[in-house]
């Protein structure tokens, strides 16, 4: 009988939200606050992000400061969903405007996610021309964005979306418009209807399940360290596991503090010998017992 598809294991012990972990490159998160430092993660979070608008999100990992809220999208069963990474960028005078800009631009090229299953959706040619802030809105003036062959309706929303969570993160703004070539436009792409200034869409329906914050891909962390997970789950009930080579080397599930829809998050001590290895967050589905929702970072332990 599968201890993960019944959840059966004994509960992992959980430290408070307030432990730290060491990740790789941080950013603020989407409400303005300090970001975590290397790894990829949600901002700060509320037990209901799932509200159409909201600017609210996870905790961002540890030593995060500095460091920009980035975007990106993650395939969930052939479905682009949003995921976060915190970055630390040039930001020029250091203002709202040039950081949305900073955070935009690395957006829009998918190559930059630190974790190789990461991707965007926008363009190759499209480019940030400039940003301006007025009251509660950030207007994003694009260039190289008016065609883009890749996006279905599904796709070429998430897209948007992925823009519009970039930016309120960022800019702690809850509305977003979208320019091409210096311009406003009544839509992008045949899909997405751009006459009105943006909000986040429902995170229940835009992002993944599931998140790693913390230790972000690519990250080196000491043998005691904190996983942090959020995720909108069935009985606030996620798996994880952690894989040295091909060998699980340790599993378990973990309780966060809301169950879905709305958004819980937790923390859980790790101990490990040093050396490489893929940590890995999932649900389990009640149809086959398969993994779903799956977000992993490959870290290494000194």
Known sequence: ??????????????????????????????????????????????????APGSTTEPAPPADSAGALAVYYLANDRGEPKLVREFHRLSTGDGSVAAKVKAAVAEMLDGRTAYDPDYSSMWPASAQVRGVT?????????????????????????????????????????????????????????????????LRRASASGTLLPVWLIDPQEGATVPKDFTLHVAGMVFEATMNYEVRRGTTVV????????????????????????????????FDISENDGAKMFVDNHTVTVK
């Not at 897209?159 to 436009?185: E, M, N, Y």
């Not at 966060?256 to 819980?264: E, I, N, S, Y």
Request: aromatic share 4%.
């Open 133 to 197: 802030v007025s009251g509660d809105t950030v207007t994003v003036d694009l260039a190289g964005a008016r065609i883009n062959g890749d996006a279905g309706s599904f796709a070429a929303h998430q897209a948007v979306q992925q823009l519009v969570w970039t930016a309120t993160a960022v800019s702690g703004k809850p509305k977003v418009r979208i320019h091409l070539d210096g311009k406003p436009v009544d839509e992008l792409w045949g899909h997405v209807a751009t006459v009105d200034p």
């Open 1 to 50: 009988m599968s201890a993960l598809r019944f959840r059966v294991l004994l509960p992992v012990a959980l430290v408070a939200l307030s432990a730290a972990c060491t990740p790789a490159t941080p950013s603020p998160d989407p409400t303005g606050s300090a970001a975590p430092s290397a790894s990829a993660a949600p901002g700060t979070t509320a037990p209901t992000p799932s």
């Open 250 to 281: 340790r599993e378990g599930f973990i309780t966060l503090d809301a169950g879905g829809p709305a958004q819980g998050e937790a923390k859980l001590r790790l101990s490990l010998p040093a050396g490489t290895y893929v940590l890995e967050v």
